[in-house]
């Protein structure tokens, strides 16, 4: 993991992810994502978590200071335009929950050094929401 390939994109489920948002290039692929979590947060799977991990460095990806965006991702975040305030919300809400399992997850399947570069990638993400989340 690298500035050149952001922690949430570095999982199969993350690229599912990205391949549903390029067969359907509509930010409403997010919101579902979101909205998943935030109705079921006690049934979290994984692949849910990483969908909303995913969405929300797309959504915030246009901060300065976000975390930078793997190139191959910055045309579908052009493609898909600007991120209504309603879905920047939800990314806003769905995130805390959807981060818990993803942490535990990590604790489980990553390397030390590894889990460290993604917590701190993690870290980011969420300041870049909090950031979005007070220009809401």
Known sequence: ???QFHAAFSNNA????VGLLAENPTWDVARDAFQMVIRY???????DGAYVLAAAALITSKQVGAPA???PYLGLVATLGEVPA?????AVQAFPIAIVEQKKLAERWLEPGDRAKWGAAMDELQEALARLEAGL
Do not use: C, H, K, N
Not at 14 to 17: E, G, K, L, S, V
Not at 41 to 47: H, K, L, N, R, V
């Open 69 to 71: 965006l793997p190139p």
């Open 86 to 90: 309603a879905i920047q919300r939800l």
């Open 1 to 3: 993991m690298s500035v």
């Open 14 to 17: 993350a690229q599912t992810f």
């Open 41 to 47: 947060p006690d049934g979290i799977e994984y692949d």
